[in-house]
């Protein structure tokens, strides 16, 4: 058992992602069915500067499984960049009496916790809440499942159309610097090129590929286009064919639906795997790491080590992606 933990608190931080209230129930009902009182803190870390730090029972998580966004609600924190805000926020938790903090999100929500716990000695558990599934140290994020879903959903109702009137469409998902949900979402619908960060695509062998295609007759509808790729946006991309080749097309940008909705069953027991795991973590001396699933079993790592080392896209699926975009 961990020492003296009687009283724990979870937020939710950085970008909201589906499967988050998951996390935070499952986080609650573990905490509970082991005699710990357990705390919300509201808004992140700016809450936890502003004392937004309120009790939960097993009954204010219920019916919240299925509801996307976070019930905690998610803000980012210029103040608590400041060891003064670090120091308002550690204070308040000690109002509370709280042994320690689970802590769902990012990178910058890792980071965070990690400075916090340099100087204030209140151990952290890290869950990966996040869309883009670029954290190290497990192989899927809490969201991402519900956010290729979603974008390929979107892109299914795109294609009707685009096969309709044989269109080209240029299809933006988000991923500024890591192209894990275009590298999904473009298998996933068959799309006939990627466009992602991770690799470099030359425009004009692009354009090669096209007229390639049209003179096999083959249907060319769809690209998919991670928004931080190495040639631009999709909008920019299609500018480009213009001007350059009178290529006409569409562009059609998902956005921040990929956000939202309700989380798919994955996500669901993923988010409850590693909240009843957090708290478990935590009973068992566990301190400053994060939680994350690799071949199915729970795994811990350091936050310094899921800041500092970068999750590598499969090549194995960028070069099927490939082929089978032929």
């Known amino acids: 058992m961990g020492k003296n933990i009687r009283r ?49 029972e097993t009954s204010d998580v219920a019916n919240i499984i299925h509801l996307g966004g976070t019930k905690l609600k998610t803000a980012r924190s210029q103040d608590f960049m400041t060891e003064e805000g670090r120091q308002t926020a550690y204070e308040n938790l000690m109002a509370h009496e709280i042994d320690a903090v689970v802590a769902i999100g990012g990178n910058g929500t890792y980071t965070g916790a990690m400075v916090f ?50 269109r080209l469409f240029f299809i933006e998902v988000m991923g500024r610097h890591v192209g894990a949900i275009a590298l999904y979402t473009g298998i996933g619908t068959g799309a ?16 090669k590929h096209l007229q390639k295609a049209s003179r096999r007759k083959k249907l060319f509808n769809v690209v998919v286009v991670a ?29 921040h639906l990929q956000r939202g909705g309700s989380p798919s069953a ?11 795991n957090a708290v478990n973590a935590l009973l068992k001396g566990k301190k400053n790491v994060a939680l994350g699933t690799i071949n199915h079993k729970i795994v811990y790592t350091p936050f310094e080590k899921a800041i500092s080392d970068r999750k590598l896209l499969n090549g194995d699926l960028i070069k099927m992606a490939d082929i089978l975009s032929q």
């Open 227 to 255: 928004e931080g790729n190495q040639n631009g946006n999709a909008m920019q991309i299609a500018q480009y064919l213009e001007e350059k080749h009178s290529i006409k097309s569409k562009v059609t940008i998902i956005g």
């Open 266 to 276: 994955s996500d669901r027991v993923l988010a409850s795997r590693l909240g009843y």
């Open 8 to 56: 724990i608190a979870v937020f939710t931080s950085g970008g909201d992602a589906p499967g988050m209230n998951a996390a935070v129930r499952a986080v609650v009902r573990t905490a509970s069915f082991h005699d710990l009182h357990v705390y919300g803190i509201f808004e992140g870390f700016q809450g936890m500067i502003e004392g937004k730090i309120e009790r939960l």
């Open 117 to 166: 716990t340099e100087t204030y000695d209140i151990p952290f558990i890290g869950l990966p809440g996040t869309i883009d599934n670029d954290i190290f140290g497990t192989d899927y994020t809490i969201g991402f499942d519900t956010a290729i879903n979603t974008a390929v959903e979107a892109i299914d109702k795109v294609r009707d159309t685009a096969h309709s009137h044989n």
């Open 192 to 207: 006939g090129r990627i466009f992602m960060p991770e690799t470099e695509t030359d425009l004009e062998d692009f354009v």
